[in-house]
């Protein structure tokens, strides 16, 4: 068990729809991150808070919208999305901006 | 700017074997680098993270080494067995105002009973 989870598992929408992924962190980290990981790519970082900051948005568009309420909880709302937007997308967490990661497991995304 | 390469893509070895993934990267002003293991279809599991003023990580049947000036890491899996078999990627943290963490594509490996 990572410590850090992710809901839902599995996704699939429409373009027209509008929905978030949740993830949580259980082990007291301080930064949290979202990854997009698609086949045949290296994981593409997406934003990256550091105590509830963002501090990092890498060219994101903008039908995604990151949230992070506090240290322990982050989402990404999606909408509008695009077929290239399907992939699974990955919520980790580190004790500050220089440690190790530490992945959930993940939300495979579908868009239709 | 940073570049990390994992060959090979793929490779397959008979159980028991005593096997070595192979991390590159071409700029050796890291602050560490970390090796991950990921399942089918699952996140990513942190196997090792070795810190750019140690030479190596030692985690049960795993061991990683890392070779700054040479720019290459190395995770060496001792006794093989088919759980082993997964996707092993590394990633490393570059040092300096550009603290990005810069990942490989990762060696697809399967050990075979």
């Known amino acids: 068990e990572t410590g850090v989870t992710q809901t839902p598992r599995h996704l699939v929408m429409g373009m027209t729809n509008k929905k978030s992924l949740k993830c949580e962190q259980h082990?007291?980290?301080?930064?949290m991150y979202w990854y997009k990981q698609s086949a045949k790519k290296p994981l593409e970082l997406m934003f990256v808070?550091?105590?509830?900051?963002?501090?990092e948005n890498n060219s994101v568009p903008s039908r995604f919208s990151p949230e992070c309420p506090n240290s322990s909880h982050l989402f990404l709302h999606l909408h509008t999305l695009q077929p290239e937007d399907s992939a699974l997308y990955l919520c980790?967490?580190?004790?500050?901006?220089?440690?190790?990661?530490?992945f959930g497991p993940g939300t495979r995304l579908t868009v239709t | 700017k940073q570049e990390v390469t994992q060959i090979p893509a793929a490779l397959s070895v008979p159980e028991g074997e005593n096997l070595v993934l192979n991390c590159s990267f071409t700029?050796?002003?890291?602050?560490?680098l970390q090796w991950f293991r990921q399942d089918p279809g699952k996140g990513l599991t942190s196997l090792l993270l070795?810190?750019?003023s140690q030479r190596e990580q030692t985690s049960g049947r795993l061991n990683a080494s890392l070779d700054k000036s040479s720019g290459r890491s190395t995770l060496y899996i001792a006794a093989s067995q088919p759980g082993d078999s997964a996707t092993y990627l590394c990633?490393?943290?570059?040092?300096?105002?550009?603290?990005?963490?810069?990942w490989g594509l990762g060696t697809s490996l399967a050990v075979n009973p």
């Open positions: 808070y550091n105590f509830k900051e963002q501090t």
């Open positions: 082990l007291g980290h301080n930064a």
């Open positions: 070795i810190q750019s």
């Open positions: 980790a967490s580190s004790q500050d901006l220089l440690a190790g990661l530490y």
């Open positions: 990633a490393v943290h570059n040092a300096g105002n550009n603290r990005k963490l810069i």
């Open positions: 700029d050796s002003a890291i602050y560490n």
